[in-house]
């Protein structure tokens, strides 16, 4: 089965950049991909996702942001995320969109702090 394996997450003050990225175990190629996040006592929601053409959609609390892309050759999905907030803290994870159960991974943390 594949999984997907998140990185690039840390620890960055309110303001600043992270670029998150996202590989597949083995090939996969969706055709809709998505970044989710879920914070302590909240439900895991979804944030971008972005087709195997480019077509991209965001949250409203994300837009103008974050940005959505892959790699369909790498079978890698990348979250780029500028002017961080406070409340974008979380753990991030990427999936299908509408997601796939057995496809969850581990995530990557995001901490926005001063």
């Known amino acids: 089965q594949v999984q997907m394996v998140e990185s690039g997450g840390g620890l960055v003050q309110p303001g600043g950049s992270l670029r998150l990225s996202c590989a597949a175990s083995?090939?996969?190629?969706?055709?809709?991909m998505g970044w989710y996040r879920q914070a302590p006592g909240n439900q895991r929601e979804l944030v971008a996702r972005i087709t195997r053409g480019g077509d991209t959609s965001y949250a409203d609390s994300v837009h103008g942001r974050f940005t959505i892309s892959r790699d369909n050759a790498k079978n890698t999905v990348y979250l780029q995320m500028n002017s961080l907030k406070f409340e974008d803290t979380a753990v991030y994870y990427c999936n299908t969109a509408p997601p796939t159960r057995h496809v969850w991974g581990q995530g990557t943390q995001v901490t926005v702090s001063s």
């Open positions: 083995r090939i996969f190629s969706p055709n809709i």
